[in-house]
């Protein structure tokens, strides 16, 4: 039976495999294998759509505000929360943050960050500057996770013997960390990034 819920979860489906420019109407009808115009009856256009696969993919940042826990923590687990929505869903949520949705799903998460802020003790400018850093660390993290995995995935089969054949007197560091320089763990990397990030908030001025 068609439903807005199912139509939302085909859109998703699709935009992940096929990426942003694959979005639209005539698209998920044929994901769906009905008419195009029954979906019109749920969601009444692209626009829709779209606020639809962001009330979705955003609810994984709807986060239990634990009023007890200090600022670092909270800010730590939105910064995650963050990564963990754009790793399940990356091509939804570059559609999101580069295209205009329904108001309230793009801006709770903006809100949390803000309250956090606050709590920090940073003034307005500076919280709304915190915010956006914590948007961008946690999205490009994600991005450079991608990133490396496509580009190990042209390195041969022992990556770093593609650095053996580099002068080591013109790139001595590159060639001694071959090993640690060609190793994947993204976990380990966000983490550490996490805590410089954390650290470095916390020398701002209040």
């Known amino acids: 039976m068609l439903s807005k819920g199912r139509i939302i979860d085909a859109a998703i489906a699709l935009v992940e495999r096929h990426g942003e420019d694959a979005l639209s109407m005539r698209a998920v009808a044929a994901e769906l294998d009905v008419a195009v ?69 793009g801006i709770r998460p903006i809100e949390r960050a803000l309250v956090i802020a606050d709590s920090a003790g940073f003034d307005g400018p500076t919280s709304v500057r915190v915010m956006r850093a914590i948007i961008a660390y946690a999205l490009g993290a994600q991005l450079r996770e991608t990133d490396m995995v496509k580009m190990l995935d042209y390195l041969p089969a022992d ?38 990030f954390i650290s470095a908030l916390d020398t701002l001025p209040r």
């Not at 829709?48 to 200090?70: F, K, P, Q, S, W």
């Not at 730590?76 to 205009?100: E, G, K, Q, W």
């Open 159 to 196: 990556p770093a013997a593609a650095f053996a054949e580099l002068d080591p007197v013109e790139f001595p560091h590159v060639t001694a960390l071959a090993k640690e320089l060609t190793a994947h763990d993204p976990e380990t990397d966000f983490e550490f990034g996490l805590e410089l």
């Open 37 to 105: 115009m029954s979906l019109y009856n749920h969601v009444p256009s692209k626009a829709a759509l779209l606020d639809g696969i962001a009330h979705r993919v955003m609810t994984g940042l709807y986060l239990d505000e634990d009023t007890g826990a200090d600022w670092k923590t909270q800010a730590r687990t939105l910064i995650r929360a963050f990564r963990r929505v754009a790793r399940d869903y990356p091509a939804c949520m570059n559609l999101i943050v580069t295209h205009s949705v329904e108001l309230p799903f």
